[in-house]
């Protein structure tokens, strides 16, 4: 039986660590966190915000993820839009899901990132 998602993967191109960490280490707020010794010489980042993990590999062919992606919960996502636009992140507003307010944007190697906030509505 399946009890919670562990991480999500996405692939980076080889040599984008640097980039990485910067976008989702000081853009993001995440804690990058050490690999597996056998896993570290592969390359690419692991990252925590909370119970969240996204793991960056290596791919030597990377192409990024443009439809897939990772949906991250966010809280006061208008000041996140804010945080992540005032650091020249491209933030596309999306008020298609019902019941939410969420954005879309990219890290630094081209893969779509979603990021959501549940909108509580007023009982009446």
């Known amino acids: 039986m399946l009890s919670a998602v562990d991480h ?11 980039a990485l960490r910067a976008y989702y280490v000081d853009i993001l707020g995440m804690t990058e966190i050490p690999k597996p010794p056998a896993l570290a010489a592969r390359g690419g980042c692991w990252f925590r915000a909370g119970a969240v993990q996204l793991h960056l590999g290596i791919e ?8 897939a992606h990772p949906g991250l919960r966010v809280t006061g996502i208008e000041a996140y839009a804010a945080r ?3 650091r ?10 019902p019941g939410h307010r969420r954005f879309y944007s990219e ?18």
């Open 8 to 18: 999500v993967q996405l692939a980076a191109p080889p040599g984008s660590e640097d």
């Open 60 to 67: 030597p062919d990377f192409s990024p993820a443009k439809k």
């Open 84 to 86: 992540l636009a005032a």
């Open 88 to 97: 020249g992140v491209v933030v596309i507003w999306d008020d298609s899901l």
């Open 107 to 124: 890290d630094p190697v081209g893969n779509r990132l979603e990021f959501l906030e549940p909108v509580l509505s007023r009982q009446r």
